[in-house]
């Protein structure tokens, strides 16, 4: 699930500390813009490449309610309602059910990554971009040390006046590269707590495996 919501990256060798004073403050205006705006909803366009050879493409949606989320694309559904995940694949008609570490909900919740980010990556502020008809800031970040994911670095381009992101790139050292671009985002959905929780009724042929 990984390759769904990775975010991320240009390699960068090294980093001046006023740049990375300014990236960091960005990341924080963020996350405070993230909690102040109640429910969000994104829909997004995910590219895959290895090597720069293109291995595919898929759109989805996230719902976004604190911790909680709703990730859904063409080929897994997931819900997380701050303590459980619920994955459904369609073709398999099967729920895994599972008790996520920090890590593995840092790889599907953007905020909690870059959250994350802030404390284990050097942070450097890039250019001024002008990215689908917006002026955004351009983050780039690299680990602070030897990251067990295999990350190199992650680039996140962030809408100047509202702190949201519109691009989110990451490249690993084994030569994959996940381009995200949000291409829509709405704020202070009001999303009832039953949104990010699986609903066996809807799903009654779904093969249940639960791994807590």
């Excluded at 595919?56 to 995940?85: Q, V």
């Excluded at 990556?121 to 002008?130: C, H, K, M, P």
């Excluded at 084994?174 to 671009?181: C, D, E, V, Y």
Aim: hydrophobic share 35%; with cysteine; charged share 25%.
């Amino acid at each position: 699930m990984k390759q769904y919501i990775f975010m991320t990256a240009l390699l960068l060798a090294c980093t001046s500390l006023p740049a990375q004073n300014d990236a960091k403050e960005t990341l924080a205006k963020m996350e405070d813009a993230f909690r102040k705006e109640g429910g969000i909803r994104a829909d997004f366009t995910l590219r895959l490449t290895e090597q720069g050879t293109p291995r595919g493409e898929s759109t989805g949606t996230i719902s976004l309610k604190s911790e909680r989320f709703l990730l859904e694309t063409p080929d897994n559904t997931l819900w997380f309602d701050g303590k459980t995940l619920w994955s459904y694949l369609p073709d398999a008609e099967e729920v895994t059910v599972s008790l996520p570490g920090q890590e593995e909900l840092q790889s599907i919740h953007p905020y909690l990554l870059l959250k994350s980010a802030r404390k284990n990556y050097r942070a450097e502020t890039g250019a001024q971009v002008s990215f689908n008809g917006k002026t955004a800031r351009k983050l780039i970040l690299t680990p602070a040390k030897e990251n067990r994911d295999g990350i190199m670095a992650l680039t996140v381009y962030v809408e100047q006046t509202t702190f949201h992101p519109l691009y989110i790139e990451i490249l690993q050292n084994n030569g994959m590269a996940s381009r995200l671009t949000i291409t829509r985002y709405q704020t202070q959905q009001d999303f009832a707590d039953s949104l990010f929780v699986f609903n066996p009724a809807k799903y009654p042929d779904a093969e249940i495996v639960d791994l807590r």
